[in-house]
């Protein structure tokens, strides 16, 4: 038979032993902090918005965004997709991420501002770019011969390093519609140049 205090001790050992941890995990959102990526100007994370902002360079191929390096909030947090490598940014990128309990849905994409101008002599107003279907929208005064009085004096419409079928610079035959291969990253754009006639208005004022 047990003596008295042997029996108090066992039962704190069972007490001890029946001690469950109920506390909750620790209400972390997962998140991104931090990214590298090739040809860069900026990245905007916003943890709000789970979203993350890519600001490429000129020179960066949209379709083929190198992302180095993906710093998340915690060793914890998982994704549903490896974020390293190289990725297609013209439309943006969803995946989920997984810390304890908590599953947040985020998305990367990218935005790329290309500088294009295109400027002729005597030009009337600005020029229309139209970036989507590829087209330049230029006006000149009637009195002009298009054939060859019109000179373009300045022109930049694909991105850094792009090529062209044709050079654009110096005197053109505006009667029909100019057009111009522009090769990037190993992708035709097929661009057309439209020089329009407009009449110009002159008004006379009777000197006194």
């Not at 390293?84 to 940014?89: A, D, K, Q, Y």
């Not at 107003?125 to 009637?142: A, F, K, S, W, Y």
């Amino acid at each position: 038979m047990l003596s008295y205090p042997v029996f108090v001790f066992l039962l704190g050992i069972a007490g001890v032993s029946c001690i469950v941890n109920d506390l909750p995990y620790p209400q972390i959102e997962p998140a991104i902090t931090a990214m590298k990526v090739d040809d860069a100007a900026s990245i905007d994370i916003n943890e709000k918005e789970n979203s993350v902002l890519i600001h490429l360079e000129e020179r960066a191929d949209r379709q083929n965004v190198n992302i180095r390096e993906v710093t998340l909030k915690d060793d914890i947090t998982k994704c549903s997709t490896t974020l390293s490598g190289v990725f297609n940014l013209e439309k943006p990128l969803h995946f989920t991420l997984t810390n304890y309990d908590l599953s947040r849905k985020w998305t990367i994409s990218s935005v790329q501002e290309i500088d294009r101008y295109f400027y002729v002599s005597s030009q009337m107003g600005e020029t229309v770019i139209d970036d989507v279907n590829h087209r330049v929208l230029v006006n000149v005064p009637d009195y002009l011969n298009l054939e060859t009085e019109v000179c373009v004096l300045d022109a930049k419409l694909g991105p850094e390093g792009a090529e062209y079928s044709r050079d654009l610079l110096g005197y053109q035959d505006f009667r029909d519609v100019v057009e111009v291969k522009i090769t990037a990253h190993g992708r035709e754009e097929n661009w057309r140049i439209f020089v329009t006639p407009v009449e110009v208005n002159v008004s006379i004022t009777k000197l006194s």
